[in-house]
């Protein structure tokens, strides 16, 4: 299986006006990508931001579901929660991540638009199953910075549907770019 890990980031992300931000952390991102990541074997989910309050909310979200009554009331649900990770940024993810598998991952960003240097799903899916880790980076709001994304490996093609509408939820994102890259 390959060493995938995921993260949603909610610092740098961009506002409608372009503006950098803090994004908050959502209920349903934490569930529902969690899902999609034990479905898919990620090795981690990541939820990076550097505000307090943010990272204190996922901390009770996380432990009702992993160690409260949540674990009993829904099993399933604790083994997705299990994967989540509160990291302040992403070298603090980057930094986990070597020390789990002794290697820095290949980061991979995902954008709603085309990029000059975007990367096609059928190429990315032979570059993670050659091995090591590899970091896969989805953003809030109304996407990652600029700066951010310069900074990346990879930058993958976006999720195109059949209109030119095209604004999905971070959740429904990742769960299709997880199973065009490791589905069965």
């Known amino acids: 299986m390959p060493e995938l890990y995921v993260a949603l980031i909610h610092f740098p992300v961009v506002n409608k006006n372009g503006e950098v931000i803090a994004s908050a952390v959502t209920n349903l991102d934490l569930h529902d990508i969690s899902r999609s990541a034990r479905t898919y074997g990620v090795q981690r989910y990541y939820v990076v931001t550097p505000l307090d309050d943010q990272q204190q909310f996922v901390g009770r979200l996380v432990d009702h579901w992993v160690t409260g009554s949540g674990a009993v009331y829904n099993p399933e649900r604790r083994k ?26 290949h980061t991979i960003v995902t954008c709603a638009r085309h990029c000059p240097r975007s990367i096609g799903y059928d190429q990315l899916k032979k570059n993670i199953n050659s091995g090591g880790p590899h970091l896969l980076m989805f953003g809030t709001a109304w996407g990652l910075s600029g700066d951010f994304m310069d900074q990346a490996d990879f930058v993958l093609d976006p999720v195109v549907g059949m209109t030119d509408y095209n604004h999905l939820s971070v959740r429904s994102a990742a769960a299709i770019i997880l199973d065009r ?4």
């Open 80 to 105: 997705a929660l299990e994967l989540v990770c509160i990291k302040s940024s992403l070298e603090e993810v980057r930094d986990d991540i070597h020390q789990v598998s002794g290697q820095y991952p």
């Open 181 to 184: 890259l490791v589905g069965r």
